[in-house]
């Protein structure tokens, strides 16, 4: 019976971790300067310098400016996150969002790594079980033994090995 | 000397292209192509009987079948052509004998380098002669510029770049052609293979972006431009003139192991063969790289003046990419070597990570994407993209004849291994190379797909790539702590304990310091990650260490040396292994200099002469602002006493250029580095208002480290190059009077 209580205790610690990094996750930033910091990071300067807005700072930027008078404005005027988002993507176009939005087409782009990284994770258990059976686990009856080298492939690579030491030559 | 460059670079050409010819023509003589050598790949096995096991044999037998059929379709279009030219062979076998055609490709390719070499050499004349008659030079550099940034001008636009690279995989090749007696045949299809490469980039030079073109209507004697336009002043900074060229030696290295891969491919040689010739190769090659990333980011930090060393620019990503795989690859390798495993693996890896190489240099030039690096964008993508489809087909050509010739030779024996570390290593390396690629890359395919751009920037890699980084770290601790073969659970168990105490101490030290994610009641992502990054390595560290004293207790009992001699016997005698994990500390190392950006702190301030700002520790007061001049740029600077504890520690001078050739202006960062942290001070301009300067100081902690962290890499790179010791060096090593009991472990001994 050790083994099943054991199973369920690391079960559900695995679950309460879960919940304790989701929630940590899921807790934003609340006074108005961490939102300023928070938000600028999430925004691009629009005059092409390709910098965050929260961290352009080349001289005479015509527009860092005006857009970081915009943002302390939203927050001021009590807009959620996302509104103040969203009124810049509609002011400044899609490009002044530092990431892609998570919705319609531009979902793909943050779902595709994980789920590269899920295939990716299922190939490699596929793989090391194909490879070794886990621990040595027998192949089922009536399964094709992995086919043997041949004998003449074999014999021209010791062959090559052989022939191809120091001295080399053709 | 533009008329000597131009010459140099069509003889190169030429002889690029007589090395490709020859050395092909050469060794299909010595190995004719039959289609009876590639006969299909039998059945695979159902792994476990399953339904999911008889379907995936299934369509692992259409797959083949489908890729068989393509491969014998394109032979046996080949095959007329083949007969035709049989008839050329014959003629040219009878009046020369393959072997001594071949070795004529390789003294073309000697020539070759010497040719490029001389381009090169006439292109940095011209601009050191002020030869303002060439485009390249009027554009890239002036009477003013300082000498070293005149070598510099070399790679700060599109021709001279690509002169750079052309040059460079020259030399690459003369190394490899004179180093041909290590193994004739198999040099000698890597010296074509790199011809290829070669000619690819010569016909660039000559075709599509001639570094020698002259001014628009000039005629020999006629007038020029009195000076030239200068460097772009983001270029003019110590870390460029060796930064590209260490990055170029890096990029362009890798068409080495790939030549070798492919050229072993296409021979059926057995995969040690080639893996043991290359390490050297890759891992120099793998070194320039990462010493080019780090000086690019060391250039960033110091030149760009936003406090931050890493944009995740496309062109940053596009250095980053061939780092991963390159460094899979390495990994991978070992694999192959011990096991015979994963030989095809291990063959895409280099194919890819060459491609990968091509890849960069096409966003770098093409200006695919936007970047900040827009001082050298182009139209020869196009160039680029029909030589990376050629390549692939190349390379996917040959596989699928060779691809029997990749048979796994041993198998696993346990989840719990060496072994399996190594794929779950290659599995988060590759996957955060696809998370970078695809994060480059997705701009263009949302704007296909949707008509409008989207930019990928910071966030996106924050949230998707550092958590993946962070299981690599992971990684990097696990993987020295298990055994080849296998291991039992409790063992396993015992070589965890100390990393485990390493990393909850460094969380209970962490958070009683104040690295709190959860400070003031929000939330900070970046704060949890770097307390993630500080626990991890710190267990990885422990880990390492552990491994290093374990093996020297060993050697401190076996021979009664002391700990130091220990250690320094035990890295001898498997330099591969413990320099490996030297790399493994400087990863650490830099690791922990990254998370510290999690506390960075800054003030932006109009300071007036002796008023006061505050950041941390320090307090800077401005004791003066002033303006210099020389003949390449005006500067204006402040001059700045910095105070801590109320005590005057230093003093910095932050500065604005503007460069008269161009006028453009630059700042100038100053930059106190301690272990702790970075002061790190900004002149961003003067209020056009009251005249006064405006001043940004930044306090970034742990940022030395990074630059440790690539130290103790290099450091251990160069370990791990040294030949291990040997019982036979070891005896050499050994005073006279003990020689007699080691006698017999001499070579040839009894």
Same mark, same amino acid.
């Given at each position: ?41 999430? !925004? ?40 103040? !988002? ?20 531009? !979902? ?18 596929? !793989? ?43 | ?107 073309? #390719? ?23 008659? &060439? ?106 003139? &060796? ?169 696993? $024996? ?35 797909? $949707? ?17 993946? #980084? ?133 003030? $932006?301030? $109009? ?96 940022? #030395? ?46």
């Amino acid at each position: 019976m050790a083994t099943p209580l054991r199973f369920a205790f690391w079960t559900r610690a695995a679950q309460a971790l879960l919940l304790a990094v989701a929630i940590c996750l899921s807790v934003g930033a609340t006074d108005a300067s961490s939102r300023f910091n928070n938000l600028g990071h999430r !925004l691009m300067c629009t005059c092409g310098c390709a910098q965050l807005l929260g961290e352009c700072n080349h001289v005479g930027c015509p527009e860092s400016g005006r857009e970081r008078s915009e943002l302390a404005a939203a927050i001021a005027s009590g807009l959620t996150d996302q509104q103040i !988002l969203d009124s810049f993507s509609a002011k400044y176009g899609a490009t002044v969002l530092a990431a892609p939005p998570t919705k319609g087409f531009d !979902l793909v782009a943050w779902i595709a790594p994980f789920a590269v990284f899920a295939a990716a994770l299922l190939g490699t258990i596929l !793989l090391i079980r194909r490879w070794g059976g886990l621990g040595g686990k027998p192949l089922a009856a009536g399964i094709e033994e992995p086919a043997a080298m041949d004998p003449a492939e074999r014999e021209r690579m010791e062959r090559v090995r052989r022939e191809t030491g120091s001295e080399g030559g053709f | 000397m533009a008329a000597f460059g131009s010459l140099c670079l069509l003889i190169a050409l030429a002889l690029a292209a007589y090395n490709l010819l020859a050395g092909a023509v050469a060794l299909r003589l010595l190995v004719p192509v039959r289609l009876a050598d590639f006969p299909p790949a039998p059945a695979p096995r159902n792994l476990y009987g399953s339904w999911i096991g008889r379907n995936f044999a299934r369509l692992r037998v259409l797959i083949d079948q489908i890729c068989f059929s393509l491969a014998v379709a394109a032979v046996r279009a080949y095959n007329p052509l083949a007969s035709a030219a049989a008839r050329v062979f014959d003629w040219i076998s009878v009046r020369i004998s393959p072997e001594r055609l071949a070795d004529t490709a390789r003294r073309a #390719g000697i020539a070759g380098f010497v040719a490029v070499t001389g381009a090169a050499f006439a292109l940095v004349w011209s601009v050191f002669t002020n030869d303002f008659s &060439i485009t390249y030079i009027l554009d890239h550099s002036n009477r003013a510029l300082p000498i070293p940034y005149k070598f510099a001008a070399l790679w700060s636009g599109q021709e001279g770049s690509l002169l750079l690279w052309a040059w460079l995989l020259g030399t690459y090749g003369f190394v490899l052609r004179l180093r041909h007696k290590t193994d004739v045949k198999l040099y000698a299809y890597a010296g074509t293979i790199l011809a290829g490469v070669q000619l690819f980039f010569l016909s660039i030079l000559v075709f599509a972006a001639p570094p020698f073109s002259l001014l628009p209507g000039y005629v020999a004697g006629g007038a020029v431009p009195a000076d030239g336009n200068g460097l772009n002043p983001l270029l003019q900074y110590p870390e460029m003139v &060796i930064h590209p060229p260490l990055l170029y030696l890096g990029y362009v290295g890798f068409s080495v192991p790939f030549a070798f891969a492919l050229g072993a491919l296409m021979m059926r040689y057995p995969g040690e063969k080639w893996i043991r010739i290359t390490r050297t190769w890759t891992l120099v090659t793998w070194l320039f790289l990462t010493c080019g990333i780090f000086l690019g980011m060391h250039w960033a930090y110091a030149v760009l003046g936003w406090g931050g060393y890493w944009g995740w620019d496309p062109v940053e990503n596009a250095s980053f990419m061939p780092w991963l795989t390159g460094t899979a690859f390495l990994h991978s390798v070992m694999m192959q070597e011990r096991k015979g495993m994963m030989k095809s693996w291990n063959v895409w890896l280099i194919f890819s990570t060459f491609l990968l190489t091509l890849l960069g240099t096409l966003l770098t030039r093409a200006g695919l994407v936007s970047s900040v690096h827009a001082f050298a964008q182009s139209s020869i993508g196009t160039w680029f993209i029909v030589f990376m489809c050629i390549v692939l087909a190349v390379c996917i050509f040959t596989y699928i004849l060779q691809r029997r010739h990749l048979k796994t030779e041993h198998e696993l $024996e346990s989840l719990v291994s060496r072994e399996s570390s190594f794929l779950f290593n290659n599995l988060v390396l590759l996957t955060a190379c696809f998370v970078i690629l695809w994060g480059t890359l997705f701009p263009i395919l949302s704007e296909f797909v $949707e008509g409008s751009k989207v930019t990928v920037g910071a966030p996106f890699y924050n949230a998707v790539a550092v958590p993946i #980084g962070l299981f690599l770290l992971f990684l990097t601790g696990v993987g020295p702590l298990l055994p080849w073969r296998s291991t039992s659970l409790k063992a396993v168990r015992r070589n965890f304990v100390l990393p485990s105490i390493a990393l909850w101490a460094t969380v209970i030290v962490c958070f009683a310091v104040g690295a709190n994610p959860w400070k003031g009641g929000a939330f900070s992502s970046g704060v949890f990650y770097a307390l993630v990054g500080f626990a991890l390595a710190a267990a990885v560290l422990t880990a390492i260490v552990s491994e290093f004293l374990r093996g020297a207790a060993v050697l401190m009992r076996q021979t009664g040396r002391n700990i130091f001699a220990a250690l320094w016997l035990l890295t001898r005698r498997n330099t591969r292994r413990y320099g490996g994990y030297l790399v493994h500390i400087g990863v650490v190392i830099s690791v922990v200099g990254l998370c510290g950006a999690a506390f960075n702190r800054n003030i $932006e301030s $109009e300071l007036g002469l002796h008023s006061s700002m505050s950041v941390g520790p320090y307090t800077l007061t401005q004791v003066g602002a002033t303006q210099d001049s020389n003949d390449n740029f005006d500067s204006e600077y402040a001059v700045m006493d910095v105070y801590k504890g109320g005590q005057k520690v230093f003093q910095m001078t932050p500065e604005k250029r503007v460069y008269h050739s161009s006028g453009q202006p630059q700042t100038m960062v100053a930059i106190h580095s301690t272990p702790e942290w970075d002061l790190y001070v900004v002149y961003e301009g003067t209020n056009p208002d009251t005249g006064q300067p405006i001043i940004k100081a930044f306090l970034n902690p742990l940022v #030395g480290w990074i630059w440790i962290g690539l130290v103790v890499m290099v450091f251990g790179t160069a370990i791990a190059l040294v030949p291990s010791l040997t019982p036979a060096t070891a005896a050499l090593r050994v005073p006279a009077a003990q020689t007699a009991s080691v006698t017999p472990a001499l070579k040839g001994g009894a």
